[in-house]
């Protein structure tokens, strides 16, 4: 391979690599605004992320357009084939968080201006400022190629799962208590189980991220947290 095709080979890995940066901005952005949203009850900023969707759906198709062309034209192997399949997976779940973000957003407008209590809220905000954290941790260990960033982002999985359970179980309890909760703490429990599949798809990130930098699947099973012992509710 001449300097010059090396050249060109690194500067395609560079701009895939700053696309997924560009996307991950948009997904943090996305969250950061749709729990302002709920919290503030912000009809037209929940508008504003629901709008923002598709931005994050064009840089998928353009990075999975780029990278199999790259890997067709440069045939790249070890590490810079883990590279490119590696934007391909991170781009997707970037995707996926774009989506269920977009979904809670469509619920908050669902709710059409009829608000639970703040005090409600408050267990659906500590899932998002958790969330919102492992994913900012993750993009960063995917930028500075830190399988260790990565692994604690993974360890960390549980975590999510456990505020999941706990709030699951208070707004099932609130529903029962009076049947005209049903409605909002409906729109809350699949906010809830969205922000909770969010978690995962960090998870998903760290496991790509360890596997880019190190070559190897992590094999260990995900410390997940107990099941509420209620089902949750289907996803919409």
Not at 12 to 30: D, H, N, S, T, Y
Not at 84 to 93: G, H
Request: hydrophobic residues 45%; negative net charge.
């Amino acid at each position: 391979m001449t300097q010059h095709t090396v050249a060109s080979f690194d500067a395609e890995l560079k701009e895939l690599q700053r696309k997924i940066a560009e996307m991950g901005g948009i997904a943090e952005k996305m969250q950061s605004d749709v729990i302002d949203a709920l919290m503030r009850q912000d009809i037209r900023l929940a508008q504003a992320v629901v709008a923002a969707d598709p931005a994050l759906d064009q840089l998928q198709r353009e990075i999975e357009e780029k990278a199999i062309l790259t890997i067709a034209r440069r045939q790249p192997m070890a590490i810079d084939l883990r590279d490119v399949v590696a934007t391909i997976r991170i781009a997707n779940d970037l995707e996926r968080v774009g989506d269920l973000v977009k979904n809670i957003a469509k619920r908050i407008l669902a709710l059409e201006g009829r608000f639970p209590p703040q005090s409600l809220l408050a267990g659906l905000n500590n899932m998002s400022v958790m969330a919102l954290a492992q994913f900012k941790a993750v993009l960063d260990a995917y930028i500075q190629r830190d399988e260790h960033a990565a692994l604690a982002v993974w360890e960390r999985d549980g975590e999510i799962d456990h505020l999941y359970n706990s709030l699951f179980r208070e707004l099932l309890t609130y529903m029962m208590e009076d049947p005209r909760n049903i409605g909002f703490c409906t729109h809350l429990l699949f906010s809830a189980k969205n922000i909770e599949r969010i978690g995962d798809h960090a998870t998903n990130v760290a496991e790509t991220v360890y596997y880019l930098v190190t070559g190897h699947n992590l094999a260990l099973e995900r410390p997940k947290a107990e099941a509420a012992d209620v089902t949750a509710p289907p996803q919409a």
